[in-house]
């Protein structure tokens, strides 16, 4: 099983500020990396797939990078609608698809 | 637009069966797996499983640590995939999800808003 780890838990930030996510993985997973951002009571929301791909719909604010094992999301500039709980999935290896324990992006 | 519904959840006793439906609207359900998630209290996402399409021969995958107790099917006719759950747990307190893929590719464009199963004595 593939075991992804994030960091940091907790990302205290301002509005306006860049929130930079981190996602690692126990073995490569090529590119094969999405994130997902979960807010209390709604459905998760794809935001990246294939590591750097941006989802339908996603601002362009959203960015992310990386391969093998290691991938980032990017948030050039904090919206009040972007504090929520950010998660990696790989679905490279499987079963199990897995996702990271997440990152929460509160506000400071 | 793509509408995926979750119903069936609720307060059950520990050791007892609870099946959750996934009600699919705006999309060819029948050509498209499904898939079944969780997310239990102060906890992350977790896959359950999946079932793929007929044309896929119906095939399932499980998460390993559900050790059989869950089993996915669907109703193409009726546009809803199920989960069965039997033998439940504590543990098994959770919002589950229902989620599918355009590309068959396990990045979930779709989600229905959950089910909150509570089990408890």
């Known amino acids: 099983e593939i075991v992804l780890t994030q960091s940091p838990a907790t990302l205290s930030l301002s509005p306006g500020e860049r929130a930079t996510l981190s996602c690692r993985a126990s073995?490569?997973?090529?590119?094969?990396l999405g994130w997902y951002q979960h807010k209390p009571g709604q459905a998760p929301r794809l935001l990246i797939y294939?590591?750097?791909h941006r989802a339908t719909g996603i601002p362009a604010r959203f960015s992310g990078s990386g391969s093998g094992t290691d991938f980032t999301l990017t948030i050039s500039s904090l919206e009040p609608e972007d504090f929520a709980v950010y998660y990696c999935?790989?679905?490279?290896?499987?079963?199990?698809?897995?996702f990271g324990g997440g990152t929460k992006v509160e506000i400071k | 637009e793509v509408h995926l519904v979750e119903s069936g959840g609720g307060l059950v006793q520990p050791g007892r069966s609870l099946r959750l439906s996934c009600t699919a609207s705006?999309?060819?359900?029948?050509?498209?797996?499904m898939s079944w998630f969780r997310q239990a209290p102060g906890k992350g996402l977790e896959w359950l499983g999946f079932i793929r399409s007929k044309g896929n021969r119906e095939a399932t995958r499980y998460a390993a640590s559900l050790r059989g107790r869950f089993t996915i099917s669907r109703d193409d006719p009726k546009t809803i995939a199920y989960l069965q759950m039997n033998s439940l747990k504590p543990e098994d307190t959770a919002f589950y999800y229902c989620a599918f893929d355009w590309n068959d590719d396990f990045y979930f464009e779709w989600w229905g808003q959950g089910t909150l199963v509570t089990v408890s004595s």
């Open positions: 073995q490569s997973v090529g590119t094969y």
């Open positions: 999935q790989q679905g490279s290896t499987w079963p199990p698809l897995t």
């Open positions: 294939h590591a750097s």
């Open positions: 705006g999309y060819t359900f029948p050509d498209y797996a």
